[in-house]
Structures are given as C-alpha cells and as structure tokens.
C-alpha cells in the first residue's frame, strides 16, 4: 500500500529556533501534499497545501511566513516552523494524494514541543 | 456548506458489539467519502471509502452505508474487537476545485470493552 513517512516523529527546541519536519511518499509520486494540525481530542486543520514545484497554498489564518511550506520534488515536502513559540506546540501531520484514485494517505505524524 | 458533522463524539461498545458511528454532510458537490482510523500519537489511518454511485461498501469488518438522498453515510463496525478501540473520522472531498482537500468531520472516539 501507499506509504507516506515522516521525519522528525518527535522534536523537542527552544522558542525562538526553527525547526524542519520532512515529508515523503515512499512508493508513490504525489503531486499534491497537505499540512495538517492537531490539537489533542480535536479534528485534523488544514493548515496548507503544496502542489511540486509551486508555492503553497495557505487556509485562512496560517502565517505563511511562520509556518514555510516546500514541495520541492514529487516524493517530498517540507514544514518548516520559523522561530517558534510554546503555542506552535502540536501534533503536525502531512498527507500525500496518490495517484488515481487519488486515495489521500497521511504521515505518522510529528509531536513538535517548543519550550 | 462545507461542514461535515460527525456523531457521536464517543462510542463504548461491548467486544462482539456493533459499532456505529455517523455523518452528515450539505455540499453536494462531495463525491468521494472515506473513514480514517486514527490510534493515539499516530497519523490518520485510510479505513475504506465510498464514492456517491454505490449505497454501500464493505471491506471485512467494516462497511460503510451511504444515503445519497438524505446527504448521510455512516461506518459500520461488526464484531467489534478491543484492538479497535481508536477515533475514527469520517470525511467528504469536493469534485471541484484543483486542490480536493478533505473536509473532516469532528471524530468519534470509539473504545470497545473486553
């Protein structure tokens, strides 16, 4: 099956710093790639969306020059967190649409902690 | 219109039990419906998905029954196991528009007893 990774599982920085969290669809070529946020016992928030190769596309209320999204081949996808904060402290995960059916598999997720 | 409402928000079922875990959407430009399975510290699951031409999908244990007329699709879980116990969210995706995202629904947070 469609296998979606994502690294760092776990990060731990100081409020200030920058921290990256990588993406990659392993066994397929995604064209298109979402952010998502979540807070503990709470639904998923799209946060943005990347297509390869061009800039992302951003919901309403995300900073995109907080939260820095790069989706620089058809396997992967970057999010980078620009001096964080204690509340960007969350659980990110990212998504990868395969191809058709254009089944959309998420990432395991990364706990990101800013003290 | 893009909201897809989710109930209940938490589930007990006994172990051999059934599980039922509904949604309801407004935008009738939804037109592929898939259920996620999300265990704690872990990323959402694909669990099964239907698209609006069948009325029900069944997958093992797992069947989802879809009501194109009342705008409601729910998960069914049979014999329910305690390695089910985890949140489930149901979610609809929109024909139009270039980018598709998923719209979730609010989750279910199902345990079942052993």
């Known amino acids: 099956g469609a296998v979606v990774s994502q690294h760092p599982s776990r990060v731990i920085c100081k409020s200030g710093t920058s921290v990256k969290i990588e993406c990659r669809s392993l066994d397929f070529q995604a064209t298109t790639m979402f952010w998502y946020r979540q807070f503990p016992k709470q639904s998923l928030m799209l946060m943005a969306t990347s297509n390869e190769g061009s800039k992302a596309t951003y919901e309403q209320g995300v900073e995109k020059d907080k939260f820095l999204i790069n989706h620089a081949s058809l396997t992967l996808s970057t999010l980078t967190v620009t001096s964080a904060h204690p509340e960007d402290s969350s659980f990110y995960i990212c998504?990868?649409?395969?191809?058709?059916?254009?089944?959309?598999?998420f990432g395991p997720g990364t706990r990101l902690t800013v003290t | 219109q893009q909201q897809v409402k989710q109930s209940p928000q938490s589930l007990i079922v006994q172990k051999g039990g059934i599980s039922i875990i509904n949604c309801a959407y407004e935008n009738t430009a939804f037109d592929y419906f898939p259920w996620y399975q999300q265990f704690p510290g872990k990323g959402p699951a694909l669990l099964i998905a239907?698209?609006?031409?069948?009325s029900e999908k069944k997958e093992g244990r797992f069947t989802i029954s879809f009501n194109k007329s009342a705008k409601q699709f729910s998960l069914h879980i049979m014999d329910s196991q305690p390695g089910d116990s985890a949140t489930y969210f149901c979610a609809a995706r929109s024909r139009l528009g270039s980018a598709r995202q998923l719209t979730f629904g609010s989750g279910t947070q199902l345990t079942v007893l052993p």
């Open positions: 239907i698209r609006p031409d069948v």
């Open positions: 998504s990868a649409r395969g191809p058709a059916p254009h089944e959309q598999y």
